[in-house]
Nanobody
Framework: QVQLVESGGGLVQAGGSLRLSCAASGRTFSIVAMGWFRQAPGREREFVAGIIRIGGSTTYAGSVKGRFTISRDNAKNTVYLQMNNLKPEDTAVYYC???????????????WGQGTQVTVSS
């Protein structure tokens, strides 16, 4: 199994920045891609960004493209999400996931972190 631990959430004003981290442990050799999802109160969990472990190709949700950047450090088994120009609608619990890509996009598997709260005030 793979264990994922997120960190870096917090409270920030609109227009500010935060950097989330997700550290993986366990069977990390089995990871082929990782992603960030978020879930706001009363809403379904949604895809934010994903990255392929080898090669580093990335994909983003349209709502965050140009503002968020996903990156990885394979030596540290860590994935990051740099979030700039944050908006109140970015407020959510952010989850890290280990998944995979198909021709239609990123698919999460059953490995999730505990989540980290991001709150953006207006």
């Amino acid at each position: 199994q793979v264990q994922l631990v997120e960190s870096g959430g917090g409270l920030v004003q609109a227009g500010g920045s935060l950097r989330l981290s997700c550290a993986a442990s366990g069977r990390t050799f089995s990871i082929v891609a990782m992603g960030w999802f978020r879930q706001a109160p009363g809403r379904e969990r949604e895809f934010v960004a994903g990255i392929i472990r080898i090669g580093g190709s990335t994909t983003y949700a349209g709502s965050v493209k140009g503002r968020f950047t996903i990156s990885r450090d394979n030596a540290k088994n860590t994935v990051y999400l740099q979030m700039n120009n944050l908006k109140p609608e970015d407020t959510a619990v952010y989850y890290c996931n280990s998944g995979y890509y198909t021709s239609t996009g990123y698919y999460p598997n059953d490995y999730w972190g505990q989540g980290t709260q991001v709150t953006v005030s207006s």
